[in-house]
């Protein structure tokens, strides 16, 4: 998995070669910047659907049945404080590598893949066993959130026989939590060296030919099955010729394509660090232009199913701290301006993820991070165990400051920062307007003219925290998340009014700011 592994592919490499960005020198801190927001309430370019906001985790998570149970109270009540109707996703690296064991004596398979025992390779190097009872535990914790569910079945060393058997026991425990299942993992790294689950020389064309063979097999056993894919790693070229191929292969089965998208990594090079992850990244917007058209044209929608601040587990230090807060604010809210219909970003257990990865975590650097992964991957946006109860990461309040912004549509917007690396965005909803402001420069500060603004006032909630590499200390409207109900409100009141026609947003740096407008 080289530095580049999630580079654009060839449809977008044009449009990226000349939009290479280049840090400024470090500047002090000064008085407010001047700038300008102007809100184009004619141009609608996007929509937030109530279940935009979600989580992904491996698979493997589940070969512990207690913990998407319905009884561990602490984790659904973070889920349902961040969304009533988010997405959770299941699969990853694990996916390849789980098997369905249906009774207490059934035997593992073989396992079919030449990276296994190679130092080299980031892979699972077991199998691992995946219950009824588990499916019939993330059921009831399912019912409790009010969340649905996306289901990774094994396609690197699975088989249609085997992953039609266990999609028909997944289907009918889930029944309506179930969005639609999704077929391996990543297939565009599949003959990597550090993959290996196929030889050399295979492409998509072997892929779709397989992967249509397992969507078969499910949908013999499954009537009425629905599918998402292709879950690539980093080609948006793989994305647009699966929406193109498979959609008439498969007709209304088909109903999502899906793709992964990492900022950074690996957390050991010092590449990936907070500024490079703060400045914007030129490849999103090319690759969503390639996809997008596809989509539409065939009726589908677009998830970034899996994905964070930088792959591998993230990196301590910026992944769970402030800056991974705002990236993750910033990055959900520009993939909705571009058509995207959902964001999953993936975390748990440092010991999961650890595994998933061939028993590697890189982002580790000695044994306080070791402690730290111990409840919670360095990217992940909850944390914890069942033992101690489940908490949030600053990249939680991110995702909640987003999820205001649910059911809402977007609108154009004009911003002249006036220098400092701000982005701006605005929605229009049946609740009403959502204005959201995003400082992520290191230094300055910032105000914006917002006029002749669409609303006549409005509560302003900020995102916080004492720096940008800061991991505790961090809060939405003044509040920090709590262990008990309720678990976050605002507890700062402060309003922005509107005076002959114009309004001032004041954003400090490293910070962001949510205008809730009436």
């Known amino acids: 998995m080289p530095i580049d592994r999630r580079t654009l592919i060839k449809v977008a490499a044009g449009a990226v070669g000349a939009a290479i960005s280049v840090r400024s020198a470090p500047v002090t801190a000064r008085d407010d910047i001047r700038g300008r927001l102007i809100i184009d309430t004619s141009r609608e370019i996007g929509r937030i659907p109530a279940s935009y906001t979600g989580f992904s985790v491996e698979l493997a998570t589940l070969a512990d049945p207690g913990i998407y149970h319905p009884a561990n109270a602490s984790m659904i009540a973070l889920y349902r404080r961040l969304s009533r109707q988010g997405v959770l996703r299941i699969g ?11 009774k207490a004596d059934s035997a593992p398979p073989a396992i079919r893949a030449a990276g296994v025992g190679r130092a080299d390779n980031w892979m699972p190097q077991r199998l691992i066993p995946i219950s009824p009872a588990a499916v019939d535990n993330l059921r009831g914790f399912l019912d409790a959130t009010g969340w649905s569910c996306i289901y990774g079945l094994n396609f690197g060393t699975g088989s249609p026989a085997a992953d039609a058997e266990q999609a028909a026991y997944v289907a009918h425990v889930l ?8 077929i391996g993992n990543e297939p565009d790294f599949y003959q990597d060296p550090n993959n290996l689950l196929r030889p050399h020389g295979w492409g998509f064309e072997d892929y779709l030919r397989e992967w249509t063979q397992i969507a078969n097999a499910v949908s013999a056993a499954v009537p009425g099955a629905r599918f998402g894919g292709p879950d690539v790693g980093s080609s948006a070229d793989w ?5 193109e191929r498979a959609k008439p292969l498969l007709g209304e089965r088909l109903i999502e394509l899906t793709g992964h998208y990492y900022a950074e990594g690996p957390p050991d090079s010092p590449d990936a660090n907070i500024d490079h992850l703060l400045t914007r990244d030129p490849r999103i917007e090319p690759r969503m232009a390639a996809i997008m058209p596809v989509a539409r044209q065939q009726g589908l929608s677009f998830r970034m199913a899996e994905g964070n601040s930088c792959f591998r587990g993230g990196k301590p230090g910026m992944s769970n701290a402030l ?3 705002l990236w993750g604010m910033d990055y959900m809210l520009e993939m909705a301006t571009l ?11 440092g010991n999961v993820i650890s595994m998933s990865l061939g028993n590697k975590l890189p982002g580790a650097r000695n044994a306080r991070d070791l402690e730290i992964a111990r409840l919670g991957s360095f990217y992940s946006p909850i944390a914890g165990n069942r033992e101690v109860g489940y908490t949030a990461r600053p990249l939680y309040y991110g995702m909640l ?3 205001a912004f649910a059911e809402t549509t977007l609108l154009a917007t004009d911003l002249d920062s006036g220098g400092p690396n701000v982005t701006a965005y605005a929605g229009r909803g049946v609740k009403g307007w959502r204005v959201a402001v995003v400082n992520k420069d290191r230094y300055r500060d910032v105000s914006l003219e917002l006029p002749s603004p669409p609303f006549g006032s409005g509560r302003i909630w900020r995102l916080s925290g004492p720096a940008l590499d800061a991991t505790t200390g961090i809060s939405l409207a003044g509040a920090e998340l709590r262990t008990a109900e309720p678990l976050w409100e605002p507890s700062t009141h402060e309003t922005l009014s509107v005076k002959q026609g114009r309004a001032v947003i004041r954003v400090p740096h490293a910070s962001a700011a ?3 407008g009436a």
């Open 92 to 102: 990853g690296n694990s996916s390849e590598f789980c098997w369905w064991k249906p």
């Open 175 to 182: 029944g309506p939590t179930l969005r639609y299942f999704q």
């Open 239 to 243: 994305v647009v010729r699966f929406g």
């Open 323 to 325: 800056a991974g807060a």
């Open 339 to 349: 058509g995207c219909s959902g964001i999953n970003f993936h975390g748990g257990s």
């Open 401 to 403: 400051a987003v999820d």
């Open 514 to 516: 949510v205008l809730i």
